[in-house]
Every structure is written in C-alpha cells, then in structure tokens.
C-alpha cells in the first residue's frame, strides 16, 4: 500500500527559501529545520481544538494526518481527518518501517506515516501531532532532536466529564471508558516538556503560539544560523 504525503493547513507557509532573506521590514529571515509539535491530553480536554486555532493563527505548520484503523465517524473526509486502512493494511506499514510511530487506541490502531514528516522537516515546515501518550513517547525514541512536546490538561475533572457527555456521537459506555482512560492518560503529563491548562480557549491559544515561537527560535534548529554569521563576519 502506498501513502500519499497529505497535510492540512489554513494559512499557507512562507518558506524558508535562500540560506538567508531579507524581510521587507530589514529583519533577516534564517532557515531552519522545522519542528515536530505534538499535542495530548485524555480525551475532552480540548487538544482537537486547540490544534485547529493554532493552524487558523500561525503560518509555516500543519497538521500531520494520522492513519487508523478506526472506522470513519460522521463528518470526517478521508486524507483530510485520517487515513483509513484495514488491519491488515496498516501491519504492513508497520512491518515495513513506514511508520514513524504507532499506538493501539480504543482497540484501532493508530499511526503516523515517515516520508511526509521527513520532508516536510527538511523543508523548515513545521508538524503539528494530535496523539496520544503512546505515540508521543514512541516519537521521543525515534525523534528526540525534532520533537516538542505538549500535554493539555481540563480545568477540573467536572469539566472534562462534562464535555465527554457533551458528545453526541459517543454512547454512555463509550463515555466510561473514555472517562477510566482519562485517568490513565493523566498519569504522564509530567513527561512532557511543557503542560497548558485549557480553560480557557483563546489564553490556552496563546500559550502554544508562545511555546511555538520560542522553540522555532532554538540555535540548534536554525541551520542557517553559522553561516549568517560568517556572512557578518566577512564584512567586519
């Protein structure tokens, strides 16, 4: 089975271009490697919509499209929300090493495909994951350099409760088991490297867009960095 790299984004990226451009305003524009930024959190704690308005507000990052063994819920359009594949389908991919990671989730698989993260990684383009604990440590593993990563918390616990059964499409046995594994996904948020309260949306929105700008500044990532500085250099 082949995989095409798709991606979703609402803003269009600027590129990195040249080793280093000038803006219109004068302020230098460096290239860079881009960032693997990943979201969890247990389920209704409202990381689906944070990944949404962090597409909306920044530009240069997409949404990394997942693919599942789920089946396809009301709404949801294939290679946009995910990619869907049978079992068997997706042990391939595994087996083959075309995923960059994979978790077992509810009883469905879930998984993210290599090549298109690559690239898009050389490109200076960034990726946004929407995963679990279990993807997110296997991305630790196998992408510690490029990863940063984001554990979303509820307000309370009567507030996630609340926007479970605020679901429509889930049954109340769905909802207790979503419910039991909140409390397991809550038992790892201090592996992460930085950790939002959402109680609000747009603060929540804020904080991210922080983390984000922060992180693409890091010396490490801007590979054009030592030879803008040489280019100084040379005309001192």
Same mark, same amino acid.
């Given at each position: 089975?082949?995989?095409?790299?798709?991606?979703?984004?609402?803003?269009?990226?600027?590129?990195?271009?040249?080793?280093?451009?000038?803006?219109?305003?004068?302020?230098?524009?460096? @290239?860079?490697?881009?960032?693997?930024?990943?979201?969890? %959190?247990?389920?209704?704690?409202? $990381?689906?919509?944070?990944?949404?308005? *962090?597409? !909306?507000?920044?530009?240069?990052?997409?949404?990394?499209?997942?693919?599942?063994?789920?089946?396809?819920?009301?709404?949801?359009?294939?290679? $946009?929300?995910?990619?869907?594949?049978?079992?068997?389908?997706?042990?391939? *991919?595994?087996? $083959?090493?075309?995923?960059?990671?994979?978790?077992?989730?509810?009883?469905?698989?879930?998984?993210?495909?290599?090549?298109?993260?690559?690239?898009?990684?050389?490109?200076?383009?960034?990726?946004?994951?929407?995963?679990?604990?279990?993807?997110?440590?296997?991305?630790?593993?196998?992408?510690?350099?490029?990863?940063?990563?984001?554990?979303? *918390?509820?307000?309370?616990?009567?507030?996630?409760?609340?926007?479970?059964?605020?679901?429509?499409?889930? %049954?109340? @046995?769905?909802?207790? !088991?979503?419910? =039991?594994?909140?409390?397991? @996904? *809550?038992?790892?948020?201090?592996?992460?490297?930085?950790?939002?309260?959402?109680?609000?949306?747009?603060?929540?929105?804020?904080?991210?867009?922080?983390?984000?700008? =922060?992180?693409?500044?890091?010396?490490? !990532?801007?590979?054009?960095? =030592?030879?803008?500085?040489?280019?100084?250099?040379?005309?001192?």
């Amino acid at each position: 089975m082949s995989l095409r790299p798709v991606w979703r984004s609402r803003r269009r990226s600027t590129g990195c271009g040249s080793r280093c451009r000038t803006l219109s305003e004068g302020h230098p524009k460096i @290239e860079r490697r881009g960032l693997m930024l990943v979201l969890s %959190s247990p389920s209704g704690a409202g $990381k689906t919509t944070l990944a949404r308005e *962090l597409l !909306r507000a920044e530009a240069g990052i997409e949404m990394s499209v997942s693919v599942t063994t789920r089946p396809k819920r009301p709404g949801e359009t294939e290679g $946009k929300d995910y990619i869907f594949v049978t079992q068997e389908e997706f042990s391939l *991919l595994r087996d $083959k090493g075309d995923l960059l990671e994979w978790a077992l989730v509810f009883d469905h698989s879930y998984g993210t495909p290599r090549a298109p993260v690559e690239r898009a990684l050389q490109a200076g383009r960034d990726i946004l994951f929407d995963i679990d604990w279990q993807g997110a440590e296997n991305l630790t593993k196998t992408a510690p350099k490029d990863l940063v990563t984001i554990f979303i *918390l509820p307000p309370s616990a009567e507030a996630l409760e609340t926007r479970l059964k605020g679901r429509a499409q889930d %049954s109340p @046995e769905v909802v207790k !088991r979503r419910m =039991a594994g909140a409390s397991n @996904e *809550l038992q790892h948020w201090d592996e992460y490297d930085y950790v939002v309260i959402n109680s609000e949306i747009e603060e929540s929105l804020q904080e991210l867009r922080a983390i984000l700008a =922060a992180e693409r500044l890091k010396r490490d !990532r801007r590979t054009g960095l =030592a030879d803008f500085v040489r280019d100084i250099q040379k005309k001192l």
